[in-house]
């Protein structure tokens, strides 16, 4: 019986883990398609690829990182505010994040000053 | 020769590898900031002028009426009133705080002297009087008046100053490091309030007031006017994020 329900948890957690790769692959298929259209200038279809790819796989900092960005050209402050929190909750260390935050936020202040003067 | 061939190679094969990995990417953005005020009510705008004081090597009324106006030529959309600048201190000191007229101050007489905050607070009335706007927003075709007041005093300060300082070490090698010591620097305040008047009404709709200092060491001898300049560089756009949008330029990195 223990045997049998160990093997139940080992073949549970093998699942979950090939379905987390796939969950991150697909996630990262949609937020190199978003890069490269947001190079050219395409940022509405940009933040819809990171939007899919942070639904696809809500644990991918990289997805919020970009959409905040990506928010962030279209004058969406609270959302980009929003975007760039989880990913720091994600990946509080990510240097690369939190320089952008920083520098998101810089100009945040601004809009809220002009807002509430 | 063979070693560095195969080291050739190597540096080939891991620069080709570095680039398909590249995990980040730096992007140009523009973010948008709203404009503080709408003025899409408004046609055109009318720098009326500014009751100024400070020192007397800068003509703050002149001076910051020329500045809006070109500025607002260049960046909004709004069409500038040419015309000549009010004499705000004079009508300021020629009609009570009731709004009735009194014969207004002679232009050649004295100009009364304003040096800080307090001085200007006698004259501030002319603000709140919506029959004065509103006979000028008549005359130039009820445009958004912008108006205020402007103090640009001289200013000095002594004390610790952190600035850099180039060394050489023994090794013949440039650098830089920080140095602290004690200086004493002069330089001006400009203290700015913007107010914004509906022309149709005579009603004040907003305003806003700002301040810049710069300091300078003793030795620099900055004329009044540049550092007035270099001031205003400082306000400008500032004023101007409340009448237009206004983009903000940088650049983020986006992650794979």
């Known amino acids: ?117 | 020769m063979t070693g560095r061939i195969n080291l050739k190679i190597l540096s080939c094969v891991l620069a080709v590898g570095l680039a398909g990995c590249a995990s980040f990417y730096e992007i140009p953005i523009e973010t948008p900031i709203a404009a503080k005020l709408d003025v899409s009510a408004f046609q055109r705008v009318f720098i009326a002028g500014f009751i100024s004081g400070g020192t007397d090597d800068v003509d703050g009324n002149l001076e910051t009426v020329r500045l809006l106006r070109s500025q607002l030529r260049m960046k909004s959309n709004l069409r500038v009133v040419d015309a000549d600048v009010l004499p705000l201190l004079d009508v300021a000191s020629g009609r009570t705080e009731a709004g009735s007229s009194q014969a207004p101050r002679e232009s050649g007489a004295d100009a009364p002297e304003i040096k800080n905050e307090k001085d200007l607070q006698p004259y501030e009335h002319i603000f709140a009087d919506a029959d004065y706007w509103k006979r000028i927003g008549e005359e130039y075709q009820n445009p958004l008046i912008v108006t205020g007041t402007v103090l640009f005093t001289p200013h000095s300060q002594a004390g610790m100053v952190q600035r850099e300082r180039e060394v050489i070490d023994p090794l013949g090698r440039r650098r830089v490091e920080p140095v602290r010591e004690y200086m004493e620097r002069k330089g001006f305040i400009l203290q700015e309030k913007f107010i914004f008047i509906d022309g149709r009404s005579g009603a004040q709709i907003y305003s806003e007031a700002l301040r810049e200092e710069r300091l300078y060491n003793q030795n620099d001898n900055t004329p009044a006017l540049s550092s007035y300049f270099e001031l205003m560089d400082e306000i400008i756009p500032r004023f101007l994020s409340t009448l237009s949008t206004q983009r903000v330029r940088g650049s983020r990195v986006l992650i794979k």
């Open chain 1, 1 to 117: 019986m223990p045997m049998r329900l160990l093997s139940v948890v080992v073949l549970f957690t093998a699942l979950s883990g090939v379905a987390y790769a796939d969950a991150r692959a697909d996630a990262k298929a949609q937020v190199e398609f978003g890069i490269a259209v947001a190079q050219r200038g395409l940022w509405k279809e940009a933040i819809y690829r990171w939007e899919r790819a942070t639904q696809i796989d809500p644990t991918y900092a990289a997805g919020f990182n970009n959409l905040a960005v990506a928010y962030e050209h279209e004058g969406m402050l609270d959302k980009a505010a929003e975007a760039y929190e989880r990913a720091l909750k994600l990946e509080p260390n990510n240097v690369l994040v939190r320089q952008n935050f920083e520098l998101f936020k810089e100009i945040h202040d601004r809009a809220n000053q002009s807002q509430n003067p």
